[in-house]
């Protein structure tokens, strides 16, 4: 696998790259990655056989690859499709998506450990892109789409770089949470609450806590809730499991 140090210094800044590498390697790591990020994005993409012209409101857009290397999964490679959010214009509406604050994690992990309250996490698999676009964009396929290069593409999901797509995904999971009887506290938006009682008939609270797409929840009954989460969202690896840290706090 080689260093952190070593790893670093070979990221490729594009396909071709990332091809010269894998050889020079004697292995397909980053190519690899590519097809992965690609294949999980397919499902942004709806193909449009018709006249470019008659896509009325549409902007075209292009896209490129960011590479990374994940240091707590052994130096796993990275790709990420972007749209190039920054060739277009800023939307009126809201584009950020908010994310819960430290103060509401340190307060609620102490009313969990009060309360004697499960904790259990899980990361959303390519978040944004579980939520629909705001935007209007189309894009020409180039030869990351392996054999559909050259064809249009009408954005249906929240793509990765486009300035909308953090507040369409932040919109998705709330409707998503309220659906379960979830509401945002006044105090922090982004720390969810519903009404729950204890085996004892004790009343209490259940708490979800995002981070854009982290999911923290505290309940007597953590892991069945987050099952109802995962039954509109995929997580990462198929996990739910008990957080080791959470923005910084280790548990």
């Not at 789409?145 to 593409?153: D, R």
């Not at 708490?207 to 892991?223: E, F, T």
């Not at 198929?238 to 910084?248: A, C, D, N, V």
Request: some cysteine; hydrophobic content about 40%.
């Amino acid at each position: 696998m080689g260093t952190y140090a070593q790893v670093r210094n070979t990221y490729p800044k594009s396909t071709k790259e990332a091809i010269k590498i894998d050889k020079a390697n004697g292995d397909t790591l980053w190519q690899d990655s590519i097809q992965m990020e690609m294949k999980n994005n397919r499902v942004a993409f709806e193909e449009f056989d018709g006249d470019v012209e008659k896509l009325m409101g549409y902007k075209k857009i292009t896209g490129h690859l960011v590479f990374d290397v994940k240091l707590g999964e052994n130096f796993q490679r990275k790709a990420r499709y972007c749209a190039d959010g920054h060739k277009t214009e800023a939307p009126a509406a809201l584009t950020y998506s908010t994310v819960v604050s430290r103060d509401s994690v340190w307060i609620l992990l102490m009313i969990a450990a009060l309360n004697g309250l499960d904790l259990q996490c899980a990361d959303i698999q390519n978040g944004f892109l579980t939520a629909p676009a705001i935007e209007k964009c189309y894009l020409v396929a180039g030869p990351k789409f392996g054999e559909e290069e050259s064809k249009v593409f009408i954005v249906r999901r929240a793509l990765y770089g486009l300035k909308s797509s953090s507040a369409a995904f932040r919109s998705h999971l709330a409707e998503t949470l309220e659906d379960l009887g979830f509401s945002s506290s006044t105090a922090d938006p982004d720390v969810c609450m519903r009404a729950a009682v204890k085996p004892d008939g004790e009343e209490y609270y259940e708490y979800i806590l995002c981070y854009v797409d982290d999911i923290l929840c505290m309940s007597m009954k953590a892991k069945e809730v987050m099952e109802g989460i995962g039954r509109v969202f995929k997580f990462k690896k198929g996990k739910i499991e008990p957080p080791e840290s959470y923005l910084g706090a280790r548990l």
